[in-house]
Protein backbone atom coordinates (compact mmCIF):
# COMPACT_ATOMS: atom_id res chain seq x y z
CA UNK A 1 0.00 0.00 0.00
CA UNK A 2 1.95 2.34 1.06
CA UNK A 3 5.80 2.76 -0.29
CA UNK A 4 7.83 3.37 2.68
CA UNK A 5 5.24 1.41 4.84
CA UNK A 6 3.12 -0.86 4.60
CA UNK A 7 -0.67 -4.40 5.28
CA UNK A 8 -7.58 -17.98 7.48
CA UNK A 9 -10.79 -21.10 5.29
CA UNK A 10 -8.88 -22.69 8.38
CA UNK A 11 -7.28 -25.68 8.18
CA UNK A 12 -7.05 -26.03 12.15
CA UNK A 13 -5.51 -28.69 14.72
CA UNK A 14 -4.94 -28.07 18.60
CA UNK A 15 -1.30 -29.33 18.82
CA UNK A 16 -1.22 -32.87 20.24
CA UNK A 17 1.35 -34.13 22.82
CA UNK A 18 4.21 -36.83 21.20
CA UNK A 19 5.23 -37.78 24.61
CA UNK A 20 4.75 -36.49 27.84
CA UNK A 21 1.69 -35.59 30.22
CA UNK A 22 -0.04 -33.38 30.61
CA UNK A 23 -0.37 -31.46 26.93
CA UNK A 24 1.02 -27.80 26.11
CA UNK A 25 -2.44 -26.24 25.15
CA UNK A 26 -1.44 -24.61 22.33
CA UNK A 27 -3.65 -23.83 19.44
CA UNK A 28 -1.95 -23.93 15.50
CA UNK A 29 -3.83 -22.89 12.62
CA UNK A 30 -2.69 -23.23 9.04
CA UNK A 31 -5.33 -20.12 8.06
CA UNK A 32 -4.62 -21.25 3.88
CA UNK A 33 -3.03 -24.03 2.14
CA UNK A 34 0.15 -23.09 0.11
CA UNK A 35 -0.40 -22.84 -3.51
CA UNK A 36 3.13 -23.61 -5.46
CA UNK A 37 4.12 -20.74 -7.82
CA UNK A 38 7.18 -20.03 -9.78
CA UNK A 39 9.32 -17.07 -8.86
CA UNK A 40 13.15 -16.46 -8.68
CA UNK A 41 13.09 -19.59 -11.31
CA UNK A 42 12.32 -22.00 -8.72
CA UNK A 43 8.32 -23.00 -7.18
CA UNK A 44 7.62 -21.58 -4.31
CA UNK A 45 5.28 -22.53 -1.29
CA UNK A 46 4.27 -19.40 0.90
CA UNK A 47 1.83 -19.86 4.13
CA UNK A 48 1.88 -19.41 7.46
CA UNK A 49 1.41 -21.11 10.87
CA UNK A 50 -0.98 -18.64 13.60
CA UNK A 51 0.45 -20.08 17.03
CA UNK A 52 -2.44 -19.06 20.09
CA UNK A 53 -2.53 -19.70 23.72
CA UNK A 54 -6.24 -19.79 24.18
CA UNK A 55 -6.46 -19.80 28.15
CA UNK A 56 -7.75 -16.69 29.73
CA UNK A 57 -5.90 -16.78 32.76
CA UNK A 58 -3.19 -19.80 32.49
CA UNK A 59 0.79 -19.66 31.98
CA UNK A 60 2.18 -18.02 29.37
CA UNK A 61 3.59 -20.84 26.27
CA UNK A 62 7.02 -20.51 25.31
CA UNK A 63 8.39 -21.64 21.75
CA UNK A 64 11.34 -23.22 21.13
CA UNK A 65 11.49 -24.98 17.56
CA UNK A 66 9.31 -25.60 14.93
CA UNK A 67 10.23 -28.39 12.23
CA UNK A 68 8.67 -28.66 8.73
CA UNK A 69 8.33 -32.07 7.26
CA UNK A 70 7.60 -33.28 3.70
CA UNK A 71 4.79 -35.94 5.28
CA UNK A 72 5.26 -38.66 2.77
CA UNK A 73 9.11 -38.97 2.93
CA UNK A 74 9.72 -37.59 6.31
CA UNK A 75 12.34 -34.98 4.68
CA UNK A 76 13.30 -31.57 6.85
CA UNK A 77 12.08 -28.59 5.11
CA UNK A 78 12.79 -26.41 7.84
CA UNK A 79 14.11 -26.14 11.27
CA UNK A 80 14.10 -22.99 13.00
CA UNK A 81 14.95 -22.67 17.20
CA UNK A 82 15.74 -19.08 19.37
CA UNK A 83 16.92 -16.03 17.28
CA UNK A 84 16.15 -18.32 13.39
CA UNK A 85 12.91 -19.09 14.83
CA UNK A 86 12.17 -15.64 16.22
CA UNK A 87 12.81 -13.93 13.39
CA UNK A 88 10.30 -16.38 11.49
CA UNK A 89 7.59 -15.21 13.79
CA UNK A 90 5.13 -12.13 14.89
CA UNK A 91 3.25 -11.70 17.28
CA UNK A 92 -0.67 -10.52 15.91
CA UNK A 93 -1.98 -7.02 17.85
CA UNK A 94 0.79 -7.37 20.70
CA UNK A 95 0.25 -5.58 23.97
CA UNK A 96 3.58 -4.03 24.69
CA UNK A 97 6.07 -2.45 22.19
CA UNK A 98 8.57 -4.81 22.18
CA UNK A 99 7.13 -8.33 22.48
CA UNK A 100 9.02 -11.45 22.73
CA UNK A 101 7.20 -13.51 19.49
CA UNK A 102 8.31 -16.70 21.48
CA UNK A 103 6.19 -15.78 24.52
CA UNK A 104 2.48 -16.69 24.34
CA UNK A 105 0.80 -15.00 27.47
CA UNK A 106 -3.01 -16.04 27.79
CA UNK A 107 -5.33 -15.01 24.87
CA UNK A 108 -2.30 -13.95 22.37
CA UNK A 109 -1.38 -15.22 18.70
CA UNK A 110 1.90 -15.40 17.04
CA UNK A 111 2.01 -15.79 13.35
CA UNK A 112 4.66 -17.81 11.93
CA UNK A 113 5.73 -16.98 8.33
CA UNK A 114 7.19 -19.39 6.25
CA UNK A 115 8.95 -19.55 2.82
CA UNK A 116 10.31 -22.71 0.97
CA UNK A 117 12.33 -22.89 -2.62
CA UNK A 118 12.06 -25.84 -4.57
CA UNK A 119 14.45 -27.24 -7.71
CA UNK A 120 13.46 -28.85 -9.25
CA UNK A 121 9.24 -28.70 -9.18
CA UNK A 122 9.12 -32.93 -8.82
CA UNK A 123 10.91 -32.30 -5.23
CA UNK A 124 7.85 -29.93 -4.08
CA UNK A 125 6.02 -31.69 -1.17
CA UNK A 126 2.39 -32.64 -1.53
CA UNK A 127 1.66 -32.97 2.59
CA UNK A 128 3.09 -30.63 5.31
CA UNK A 129 3.55 -31.75 9.13
CA UNK A 130 4.70 -30.10 11.70
CA UNK A 131 6.76 -30.30 15.04
CA UNK A 132 6.48 -27.62 17.60
CA UNK A 133 9.09 -27.42 20.42
CA UNK A 134 6.97 -25.33 23.29
CA UNK A 135 6.78 -25.46 27.57
CA UNK A 136 5.12 -23.78 30.14
CA UNK A 137 5.80 -23.54 33.96
CA UNK A 138 3.18 -26.00 34.68
CA UNK A 139 3.76 -28.75 31.35
CA UNK A 140 7.34 -28.41 31.31
CA UNK A 141 8.85 -28.86 27.49
CA UNK A 142 7.19 -31.13 25.36
CA UNK A 143 7.32 -31.99 21.08
CA UNK A 144 3.73 -31.34 19.64
CA UNK A 145 2.77 -32.43 16.32
CA UNK A 146 0.56 -29.84 14.62
CA UNK A 147 -0.45 -28.47 11.35
CA UNK A 148 -0.98 -31.24 8.18
CA UNK A 149 -1.33 -29.57 5.65
CA UNK A 150 -2.24 -30.38 1.87
CA UNK A 151 -0.46 -28.05 -0.35
CA UNK A 152 -3.02 -27.04 -3.10
CA UNK A 153 -3.43 -28.82 -6.36
CA UNK A 154 -4.75 -25.51 -8.32
CA UNK A 155 -2.26 -23.82 -10.86
CA UNK A 156 -1.94 -19.97 -9.95
CA UNK A 157 -3.56 -17.59 -12.61
CA UNK A 158 -1.60 -16.58 -15.57
CA UNK A 159 -2.21 -12.92 -16.05
CA UNK A 160 -0.89 -10.26 -18.27
CA UNK A 161 1.52 -7.36 -17.18
CA UNK A 162 -1.07 -4.34 -15.57
CA UNK A 163 1.40 -2.01 -16.74
CA UNK A 164 3.16 -1.57 -19.46
CA UNK A 165 6.87 -0.78 -20.87
CA UNK A 166 9.87 -0.21 -18.03
CA UNK A 167 11.87 0.43 -15.76
CA UNK A 168 9.20 -0.76 -13.31
CA UNK A 169 9.97 -1.98 -9.60
CA UNK A 170 8.55 -4.61 -7.73
CA UNK A 171 8.34 -2.54 -4.24
CA UNK A 172 7.44 -4.34 -1.19
CA UNK A 173 7.50 -7.44 -3.52
CA UNK A 174 6.87 -10.76 -2.98
CA UNK A 175 9.21 -11.73 -0.10
CA UNK A 176 9.00 -13.50 3.48
CA UNK A 177 10.64 -10.64 4.88
CA UNK A 178 8.72 -7.72 4.37
CA UNK A 179 7.24 -5.85 6.73
CA UNK A 180 4.97 -4.29 4.00
CA UNK A 181 3.05 -6.74 2.58
CA UNK A 182 3.68 -10.51 3.18
CA UNK A 183 3.67 -9.70 6.89
CA UNK A 184 0.49 -7.78 7.72
CA UNK A 185 -2.21 -9.88 8.85
CA UNK A 186 -5.44 -7.77 9.48
CA UNK A 187 -7.81 -8.30 12.09
CA UNK A 188 -10.79 -7.08 11.11
CA UNK A 189 -14.50 -8.10 12.51
CA UNK A 190 -13.26 -10.71 14.31
CA UNK A 191 -11.82 -12.36 11.71
CA UNK A 192 -7.57 -12.54 10.42
CA UNK A 193 -6.79 -11.47 7.04
CA UNK A 194 -3.63 -11.51 4.79
CA UNK A 195 -4.82 -9.98 1.85
CA UNK A 196 -1.42 -8.31 0.52
CA UNK A 197 0.54 -12.05 0.71
CA UNK A 198 1.31 -11.50 -3.03
CA UNK A 199 0.77 -7.72 -3.69
CA UNK A 200 3.29 -5.57 -5.16
CA UNK A 201 3.71 -1.57 -5.31
CA UNK A 202 4.85 -0.64 -8.74
CA UNK A 203 7.03 2.09 -9.33
CA UNK A 204 9.12 3.22 -12.13
CA UNK A 205 12.54 4.40 -12.72
CA UNK A 206 13.87 6.50 -15.56
CA UNK A 207 17.21 5.77 -17.12
CA UNK A 208 19.27 7.22 -14.37
CA UNK A 209 18.32 5.37 -11.54
CA UNK A 210 15.69 7.56 -10.41
CA UNK A 211 12.35 7.35 -8.81
CA UNK A 212 11.57 11.32 -9.19
CA UNK A 213 12.77 14.24 -11.29
CA UNK A 214 14.12 17.53 -8.72
CA UNK A 215 12.75 16.98 -5.40
CA UNK A 216 9.60 14.88 -6.07
CA UNK A 217 7.88 17.18 -4.46
CA UNK A 218 4.84 16.93 -6.87
CA UNK A 219 2.99 13.93 -8.29
CA UNK A 220 3.86 14.70 -11.79
CA UNK A 221 7.82 14.41 -10.81
CA UNK A 222 7.41 10.82 -10.69
CA UNK A 223 8.27 9.06 -13.42
CA UNK A 224 5.29 6.34 -12.98
CA UNK A 225 2.44 8.83 -12.85
CA UNK A 226 -0.40 9.02 -15.06
CA UNK A 227 0.98 5.47 -16.34
CA UNK A 228 -2.07 3.42 -17.79
CA UNK A 229 -3.46 0.78 -15.92
CA UNK A 230 -3.83 -2.17 -17.50
CA UNK A 231 -6.52 -5.68 -17.23
CA UNK A 232 -4.24 -8.30 -16.85
CA UNK A 233 -7.05 -10.62 -18.31
CA UNK A 234 -10.26 -10.66 -19.94
CA UNK A 235 -12.80 -10.19 -16.67
CA UNK A 236 -15.67 -8.35 -15.55
CA UNK A 237 -15.66 -5.35 -13.34
CA UNK A 238 -17.42 -6.11 -9.82
CA UNK A 239 -16.49 -2.16 -8.30
CA UNK A 240 -14.64 0.83 -8.39
CA UNK A 241 -14.07 4.05 -6.23
CA UNK A 242 -13.56 7.51 -7.71
CA UNK A 243 -13.79 10.89 -6.42
CA UNK A 244 -10.94 10.67 -3.82
CA UNK A 245 -8.40 13.22 -3.36
CA UNK A 246 -4.72 12.82 -4.74
CA UNK A 247 -2.15 13.37 -1.92
CA UNK A 248 1.13 15.36 -2.08
CA UNK A 249 4.26 13.31 -2.24
CA UNK A 250 4.94 12.06 1.88
CA UNK A 251 1.30 13.68 2.87
CA UNK A 252 -2.30 12.04 3.03
CA UNK A 253 -5.50 13.68 1.47
CA UNK A 254 -8.12 12.42 3.67
CA UNK A 255 -8.45 10.26 6.61
CA UNK A 256 -7.46 6.33 6.40
CA UNK A 257 -10.73 4.12 6.54
CA UNK A 258 -11.08 1.03 5.39
CA UNK A 259 -13.41 3.02 2.52
CA UNK A 260 -10.77 5.31 1.80
CA UNK A 261 -7.17 3.00 2.37
CA UNK A 262 -7.46 1.65 -1.44
CA UNK A 263 -7.51 5.19 -2.56
CA UNK A 264 -9.37 5.50 -6.09
CA UNK A 265 -9.55 2.04 -7.55
CA UNK A 266 -10.99 -0.86 -9.91
CA UNK A 267 -11.53 -4.58 -8.76
CA UNK A 268 -12.15 -6.94 -11.21
CA UNK A 269 -13.64 -10.79 -11.45
CA UNK A 270 -11.28 -12.72 -12.86
CA UNK A 271 -13.27 -16.08 -12.98
CA UNK A 272 -13.06 -19.36 -10.63
CA UNK A 273 -13.76 -16.45 -6.77
CA UNK A 274 -10.29 -14.34 -7.90
CA UNK A 275 -10.61 -10.92 -8.26
CA UNK A 276 -7.84 -8.23 -9.08
CA UNK A 277 -7.28 -4.87 -7.57
CA UNK A 278 -6.05 -2.44 -8.66
CA UNK A 279 -5.31 0.74 -6.01
CA UNK A 280 -4.44 4.34 -5.41
CA UNK A 281 -5.40 5.73 -9.14
CA UNK A 282 -5.59 9.25 -10.15
CA UNK A 283 -9.45 10.58 -9.25
CA UNK A 284 -11.03 10.86 -12.57
CA UNK A 285 -9.20 8.69 -14.24
CA UNK A 286 -11.66 5.67 -14.40
CA UNK A 287 -12.30 4.61 -18.13
CA UNK A 288 -14.57 1.62 -16.33
CA UNK A 289 -17.64 0.78 -14.08
CA UNK A 290 -18.77 -1.55 -12.81
CA UNK A 291 -20.34 -4.05 -15.01
CA UNK A 292 -18.63 -3.25 -18.21
CA UNK A 293 -16.34 -6.04 -19.43
CA UNK A 294 -12.96 -5.47 -20.35
CA UNK A 295 -10.28 -7.50 -22.25
CA UNK A 296 -6.66 -8.02 -21.54
CA UNK A 297 -4.40 -4.93 -22.26
CA UNK A 298 -7.12 -2.50 -21.97
CA UNK A 299 -6.79 0.64 -20.06
CA UNK A 300 -8.89 0.87 -16.86
CA UNK A 301 -7.22 3.99 -14.77
CA UNK A 302 -3.78 5.99 -14.84
CA UNK A 303 -1.75 5.31 -11.71
CA UNK A 304 -1.89 8.17 -8.94
CA UNK A 305 -1.32 9.05 -5.35
CA UNK A 306 -4.71 8.37 -3.61
CA UNK A 307 -5.37 6.81 -0.50
CA UNK A 308 -2.89 4.69 1.69
CA UNK A 309 -0.29 6.10 -0.44
CA UNK A 310 3.03 8.30 0.24
CA UNK A 311 4.14 8.21 -3.39
CA UNK A 312 2.70 8.02 -6.99
CA UNK A 313 2.43 3.98 -7.44
CA UNK A 314 0.18 1.18 -8.66
CA UNK A 315 -0.84 -1.52 -5.91
CA UNK A 316 -1.77 -4.62 -7.52
CA UNK A 317 -2.71 -7.71 -5.63
CA UNK A 318 -5.25 -10.90 -6.27
CA UNK A 319 -7.18 -12.33 -3.49
CA UNK A 320 -10.17 -14.23 -3.44
CA UNK A 321 -12.72 -11.59 -2.79
CA UNK A 322 -12.96 -7.91 -4.41
CA UNK A 323 -12.07 -6.05 -0.72
CA UNK A 324 -8.60 -4.88 -0.36
CA UNK A 325 -7.94 -5.66 3.03
CA UNK A 326 -11.02 -8.50 3.90
CA UNK A 327 -9.67 -11.12 1.74
CA UNK A 328 -7.10 -13.91 0.86
CA UNK A 329 -4.03 -13.18 -0.94
CA UNK A 330 -3.44 -15.44 -3.68
CA UNK A 331 -0.31 -16.46 -6.16
CA UNK A 332 -0.46 -15.50 -9.94
CA UNK A 333 1.98 -15.22 -12.97
CA UNK A 334 2.64 -13.01 -15.38
CA UNK A 335 2.56 -14.63 -18.67
CA UNK A 336 6.35 -12.75 -19.58
CA UNK A 337 8.75 -9.88 -18.76
CA UNK A 338 12.21 -8.99 -19.26
CA UNK A 339 14.13 -8.55 -15.91
CA UNK A 340 16.11 -5.98 -16.41
CA UNK A 341 17.78 -5.42 -12.61
CA UNK A 342 17.34 -5.31 -9.05
CA UNK A 343 16.71 -2.12 -6.38
CA UNK A 344 17.55 -1.74 -3.10
CA UNK A 345 17.00 0.73 -1.09
CA UNK A 346 15.34 2.43 -4.11
CA UNK A 347 18.75 2.36 -6.20
CA UNK A 348 18.51 0.98 -9.39
CA UNK A 349 21.49 -1.79 -10.04
CA UNK A 350 21.22 -3.46 -13.92
CA UNK A 351 21.57 -7.13 -14.49
CA UNK A 352 24.83 -8.06 -16.41
CA UNK A 353 22.87 -9.73 -18.60
CA UNK A 354 19.11 -8.90 -18.84
CA UNK A 355 16.96 -11.63 -19.65
CA UNK A 356 13.25 -12.96 -20.48
CA UNK A 357 11.49 -14.70 -18.12
CA UNK A 358 7.94 -16.74 -18.64
CA UNK A 359 5.12 -17.47 -16.24
CA UNK A 360 6.28 -16.39 -13.19
CA UNK A 361 5.35 -13.77 -10.24
CA UNK A 362 8.61 -11.25 -9.20
CA UNK A 363 9.75 -10.92 -6.56
CA UNK A 364 10.88 -8.43 -4.01
CA UNK A 365 13.21 -5.74 -5.95
CA UNK A 366 13.08 -7.35 -9.52
CA UNK A 367 13.15 -4.49 -11.77
CA UNK A 368 11.40 -5.42 -15.19
CA UNK A 369 10.48 -4.26 -18.38
CA UNK A 370 7.01 -5.00 -20.01
CA UNK A 371 6.02 -5.65 -23.63
Known sequence: MRVTRALFVTVAVTAAAIQGAPSVALDARIPV????????????LTYEIHFSNPSETGPAISLSRIEILDSDTGKTLGDYTDKDLAAHLKPLRPASKHPD???????KRSVAFLWFAFDPASSVPAHLRHRVTASTGASGTQVLECCAAQVAAEMPLVVGPPLRGGNWLAANGPSNSSDEHRRVVQLLHGEAYLAQRYAIDWLRF??????????????KDFFGYGAEALAVADAIVVSVKDGIPENKPES?????SLDTIAGNCVYLDLGGQRYAAYAHLQPGSLRVKPGDKVTKGQVLALVGNSGNSDA??????????????????FPYVIDSFDQIGHAQDFHFHADPAPHKVVRELPLDGVVLRFP
Open 206 to 219: DDRDKLFTGKGSAN
Open 101 to 107: PLQLESG
Open 312 to 329: PHLHFQITDAPKILESEG
Open 252 to 256: IAVPI
Open 33 to 44: APVPFRAGGKIN
